[in-house]
């Protein structure tokens, strides 16, 4: 099969006519299918379902002398706290144990510097004439609605294959008001990319003219591969440390793609003294978490080898779901030299590059096909790609069968906007 950029116009004006044919079969076949969310997939669940089951004897809820059921103990049990610790590499004094999301301890931290500051600043932010936040892109939509939330200006950073540009960012950080980068830095979402050393490095040697400068470490995948092993990661704290920047780092994960998402654990992680800090302020709204649960999750994971084998299980899904989606855009778009894609190794998402001018497009033929997409712009601050080229693919939810059928849709589409770009 030609690229499109070689083929004539009557080879061109005969594949329109055949995809516009194809394009028509799937709508007729009344679909709806959804990949537009990172959710798991039921088999995925299946694997936590003894979290559901398990039956706790009454000796059992004392956990290092707490007794897990009954108030106290804000930050969480100390043996979540040490699995949490265990698997990010930090100390155990450094993490805080929340309910079932990170995104709300994400909210509630930015939320606080508005409130009271962080705890190097000279006035609450909501006091500033002005905040602003680098926002590495594309990148996590969510991130981008606690942004817009509270009215900061939102500055994109472009992402490259070692993680953000660093030379943009440090362009950036010169202006006091910008207060904070949002970071996922282990199978980025969407663009699976992970972090090089020399990236982190760069980073957590940062000199922000902010003191109060914030850094959203979102290492939601942390455990999360799905080819080959599980690969060790740098501690950013640790790191941070390291350059004089001890409490400039907020890091943040939680067990949401790893046992049950409505019914997990966050956590986040800081330096000594920001925890000191947090907790003054945590502790005016709330006496503590679900403990219950904190526990269920330790015995179930044990400790941070067991995570990792029961994320081998997670894996063994993840890859067949993922390979599935590769197989087919290698088939039917790779030949045509209209998109650019990158098979990940972790995370959840496949991130799609079509022709620019084309995103907005084929999410909307594929609305209009019955399947439902990550909203194109979405991974942009404001929503805007300046490309117009940016779609997420999230394969981790649908059945295998529905997941091909829609990615079929997906190349279907993808070659139809091609083709009525190139005829324009």
């Not at 798991?40 to 059992?60: F, G, R, Y």
């Not at 992402?159 to 949002?182: C, F, L, Q, R």
């Not at 599980?230 to 793609?257: H, Q, W």
């Not at 080229?389 to 649908?398: E, V």
């Amino acid at each position: 099969m030609k690229e499109l950029c070689a083929m004539s116009r009557n080879e061109l004006s005969a594949l329109y006519e055949q995809t516009l044919a194809e394009y028509k079969r799937c709508q007729s076949l009344g679909l709806k299918l959804d990949m537009s969310r990172g959710k798991p997939s039921k088999a995925q669940l299946d694997l936590s379902a003894e979290l559901a089951n398990m039956v706790i004897p009454p000796e059992a809820f004392i956990s290092d002398g707490i007794e897990a059921r009954n108030y106290g103990k804000l930050d969480g049990l100390d043996a979540c706290k040490k699995l949490f610790a265990d698997i990010l590499g930090v100390r155990p004094g450094q993490i805080f144990c929340g309910g079932n999301s990170s995104l709300t301890l994400m909210y509630d931290t930015i939320t606080k510097a508005y409130t009271h500051g962080m705890l190097h600043s000279d006035l609450p932010w909501s006091k500033l004439d002005k905040v602003k936040f680098l926002c590495p892109s594309p990148g996590y939509d969510r991130h981008f609605a606690i942004c817009q939330t509270y009215g900061m200006e939102m500055i994109p950073v472009p992402m490259t294959d070692e993680g953000p540009d660093m030379n943009v960012v440090m362009s950036y950080i010169a202006d006091p008001a910008v207060k904070g980068m949002w970071c996922v830095p282990k199978y980025s979402n969407p663009t699976g990319i992970t972090y090089s050393d020399e990236t982190i490095h760069s980073i957590a040697s940062m000199k922000p003219a902010a003191k109060d400068f914030l850094l959203m470490w979102d290492n939601a995948y942390c455990i999360h591969e799905f080819e080959g092993d599980f690969v060790p990661f740098i501690d950013i704290l640790s790191e941070c440390e390291r350059y004089g920047n001890a409490d400039m780092v907020f890091e943040f994960t939680s067990t949401s793609k790893v046992t049950f998402p409505g019914a997990g654990v966050a956590c986040f992680a800081c330096s000594e003294d920001n925890m000191t800090y947090m907790k003054k302020l945590i502790s005016a709204q709330s006496i503590s978490y679900d403990k219950v649960n904190q526990l269920r999750h330790v015995l179930l994971l044990k400790d941070r080898e067991g995570a990792l084998a029961h994320m081998r299980k997670h894996a063994r899904i993840m890859s067949e779901k993922v390979n599935a989606v590769i197989e087919l855009l290698d088939e039917h778009i790779k030949p045509l030299g209209i998109a650019e894609y990158k098979k990940p190794t972790g995370g959840y998402f496949i991130s799609l590059n079509v022709m620019p001018g084309c995103a907005k497009k084929v999410f909307t033929l594929m609305k209009e096909a019955g399947v439902v997409m990550t909203t194109a712009g979405a991974t942009f601050p404001y929503g805007n790609d300046p490309q117009d080229s940016n779609l997420r693919i999230a394969p981790s939810y649908p059945p295998i069968d529905e997941l091909r059928m829609a990615t079929q849709v997906l190349c279907t589409c993808v070659k139809l906007a091609a083709l009525e770009k190139l005829a324009n």
